[in-house]
């Protein structure tokens, strides 16, 4: 596809439940990002893949959270027992390479989490 | 500890007007700059960048300026549309790292 894609658009969730996300990159990105945006507030990293790793994990909130990458493409964010403080935006961003200086991050439309 | 900041919630300019939309850092290893644009509903739109090298950047109705000096970058979008009528965040980063954003700033473009 042309863009970064993310899936579902929309999630609601009860509270204990466990949700996982989905986000598609750019084709040929090799670095990929997580970001969330709660109500009112600004976007909040949360995560960075290079390839299949993740060399920087200090944005998640707490342990339920956790998120992988496979075939250096499409990765997945776990939210386990969800609380409703989890409920914002869920941001996905994908750049060419995170090893290169000065890469610009280009988003997905965003999953929305409603936890009830 | 807020890195990067907006310090102006909203502006408000009539259409054909410069738009001036302001940024202020804290973090002397940030070395790269951007701009995005966000619709409701929609994730952020890439707008335009800036590295530290430099002091100015333009592309089309959008410049940004760097002043490295007062950790502040401000983006003037000549002459403004309604079509501009958005969120609009400043991001940094320091060496290809994660995007450190602010809290945003909303342009209401006026008829």
């Known amino acids: 596809g042309a863009g970064v894609s993310q899936s579902p658009s929309n999630k609601v969730t009860e509270k204990g439940k466990d949700v996982e996300l989905r986000c598609d990159p750019i084709s040929g990105h090799t670095a990929l990002y997580w970001y969330r945006q709660s109500l009112g507030q600004g976007l909040e990293f949360l995560i960075y893949?290079?390839?299949?790793?993740?060399?920087?994990k200090s944005g998640l909130p707490s342990d339920r959270f956790s998120a992988e990458r496979t075939g250096g493409s499409v990765s997945t964010l776990t939210i386990q027992r969800t609380q409703q403080e989890d409920s914002a935006v869920y941001l996905c961003?994908?750049?060419?390479?995170?090893?290169?200086?000065?890469?610009?991050?280009?988003f997905g439309p965003g999953t929305r989490l409603l936890v009830l | 500890d807020q890195q990067v900041k907006q310090n102006s919630p909203s502006l408000s300019v009539q259409e054909g007007r410069i738009s001036i939309l302001n940024c202020d850092y804290t973090n002397s290893m940030f070395d790269y700059f951007l701009w995005y644009k966000k619709y409701p509903a929609e994730g952020p739109t890439f707008l335009i960048s800036i590295s530290s090298i430099k002091d100015k950047n333009e592309d089309g109705r959008f410049t940004v300026f760097l002043n490295k000096s007062a950790k502040h970058l401000s983006l003037h979008i000549v002459p403004s549309q309604p079509g501009d009528s958005a969120v609009y965040f400043c991001?940094?980063?320091?060496?290809?790292?994660?995007?450190?954003f602010g809290t945003g700033t909303r342009l209401q473009v006026t008829l």
């Open positions: 991001a940094a980063s320091a060496w290809a790292s994660k995007l450190t």
């Open positions: 961003a994908s750049s060419p390479d995170a090893r290169t200086d000065q890469e610009t991050q280009y």
């Open positions: 893949f290079q390839g299949n790793s993740a060399p920087d």
